[in-house]
Nanobody, 118 residues
């Protein structure tokens, strides 16, 4: 089993930045993919960004050029640097890790709220 703890959400003004972190614990040696999803009120959960252990990266079109995903394999931690935030980025952001699938879809974090508002 893998446990995920997210941090870094909050309230930010449009154009601002936030950095999300997600630390994995438990049976982490076999984690292949790590990533972030988000779910806004009344909408389906969507993939935001993902990164594999070998460095393969993908982004949703809506965040390309503004968000950067990275991971520290030694710390079993994945990050999401979010710049130039927009009100439409407001959502609960969920971390996800997976032993074999791409994009990740196996273990979920508890979610962290990101609100972009003036």
């Amino acid at each position: 089993q893998v446990q995920l703890v997210e941090s870094g959400g909050g309230l930010v003004q449009p154009g601002g930045s936030l950095r999300l972190s997600c630390a994995a614990s438990g049976t982490t040696f076999s984690i292949y993919a790590m990533g972030w999803y988000r779910q806004a009120p009344g909408k389906q959960r969507e993939l935001v960004a993902a990164i594999s252990k070998g460095g393969r990266i993908m982004y949703a079109d809506a965040v390309k050029g503004r968000f950067t995903v990275s991971r520290d394999n030694a710390k079993d931690t994945v990050y999401l640097q979010m710049n130039s935030l927009k009100p439409e980025d407001t959502a609960v952001y969920y971390c996800n890790v997976d032993r074999s699938h791409w994009p990740p879809q196996d273990y979920w974090g508890q979610g962290t709220q990101v609100t972009v508002s003036s």
